[in-house]
């Protein structure tokens, strides 16, 4: 069975991914950096983790070992992540998640954001109202 790792399972594009790998048969693993226990996903293994933080992310990929990865977090506080610091920090732990990925077995890994949609000059996409 396949096994995939879902950053920003909470988010805009990681809860509609979760909804697609479940219907397919993946063994869905949902990082995030909230408590796990609120949760309302259903047949979805969820892990806490601190994805800045390079002990936790490599623990995670040598114990789950999965086969794809979603990487759909990022910083995106309204107002501020448009010039944070926090976006090379960000990528560094990015390409680092990467780097973990590979080195345990993993053949498929995408990566994709949505930050730049949301409340800019026109304000297209409220994760409230725009659903997929």
């Known amino acids: 069975m396949s096994r995939v790792a879902v950053s920003g ?36 293994i969820w892990h806490q983790v601190n994805l800045l933080s390079g002990k936790e992310c490599s623990k995670f990929f040598e114990t789950i070992a999965p086969t794809h990865l979603l990487h759909f977090a990022w910083y995106a506080a309204p107002g501020k992540y448009q010039s944070s610091d926090l976006n090379l920090e960000w990528t560094k732990a990015s390409l680092q998640m990467l ?18 949609e949301y409340d800019l000059k026109f304000g297209f996409c409220v994760e409230s109202v725009t659903l997929a």
């Open 9 to 44: 399972a909470t988010g805009f594009i990681g809860r509609q991914a979760i909804k697609f790998l479940k219907g397919r048969g993946f063994e869905v693993h949902c990082l995030t950096s909230k408590d796990v226990t609120c949760s309302t996903e259903t047949n979805v």
């Open 99 to 116: 780097r973990d990925f590979h080195a345990n077995g993993g053949k498929r890994a995408t990566f994709a954001g949505t930050c730049f």
